[in-house]
């Protein structure tokens, strides 16, 4: 079984100021995790992802995320917000249990994360 | 860059009526999916299909759910006899045949049941 718990549904940051969004996990098996993000009216985009590689890694738009096995997190982060990164940002899951069970994504509930002039 | 692409946009339908929602993968990849979102929950799976059938459901996807793959290209989600709980964003999916690699999402096809 897995889950993901996205810990805060809204996030409001200042323009230029950092932006963290939190994600804890729960895993039967060694999990793949990604974060995706949806604008308003759009689909899906990849924005990273983590696959037993590197533990720290980076993705589009200057954000990055690191895979923490102690605290099951995989938070989301990024030194200085634009106006742009405004949208929804969802945690997903994969446990690689292998076979077709793989691309069973497993989402969060979702973090709105709103930007201030 | 390849991606998902899904048809119509939106829909509005009433109640009762069959609804066909298309999408066309990427196309070299081999695992497909379709995904919903009910306005203000999570995006939940429905269905995965390989190599021409079913390889996974959701307990969401019932016999009012059918997919199809009717010409190599295109990857259909029906919904036989809509109601009201059906009305959602729906989100078609594809990925490559090797493990690891990144699943891909279409911008989603807009159904409400009126």
């Known amino acids: 079984a897995q889950s993901v718990t996205q810990l805060d549904s809204h996030v409001s940051v200042s323009e230029g100021t950092p932006v963290l969004l939190r994600c804890n996990y729960s895993?039967?098996?060694?999990?793949?995790l990604f974060w995706y993000v949806q604008h308003p009216n759009k689909g899906l985009q990849l924005l990273l992802k983590?696959?037993?590689?590197?533990?720290l890694v980076k993705g589009i738009n200057g954000f990055e995320a690191e895979f923490k096995k102690s605290e099951t997190s995989f938070h989301l982060t990024k030194p200085s917000a634009h106006m742009s990164d405004a949208a929804e940002y969802f945690c997903v899951v994969i446990s690689n249990a292998g076979g077709t069970s793989y691309g069973k994504l497993t989402f969060g509930q979702g973090t709105i994360l709103t930007v201030h002039p | 860059e390849p991606e998902v692409t899904q048809t119509p946009s939106h829909q509005v339908t009433q109640m009762g009526q069959e609804v066909i929602l298309r999408c066309v993968p990427i196309s070299n990849h081999l695992y497909f999916y379709w995904y919903r979102q009910i306005l203000g929950q999570k995006v939940e799976f429905l269905v995965s299909f390989y190599n021409n059938e079913i390889s996974e459901k959701s307990e969401i996807f019932d016999d009012q759910f059918s997919v199809e793959r009717p010409d190599g290209s295109n990857f259909t989600l029906k919904i036989r006899s809509t109601k009201l709980e059906d009305s959602a964003m729906y989100f078609c999916?594809?990925?490559?045949?090797?493990?690891?690699?990144?699943?891909?999402f279409g911008e989603g096809s807009w159904l409400t049941v009126v």
């Open positions: 999916a594809s990925r490559s045949g090797n493990s690891g690699n990144t699943i891909y």
């Open positions: 983590y696959t037993s590689a590197a533990t």
């Open positions: 895993s039967s098996y060694s999990p793949s």
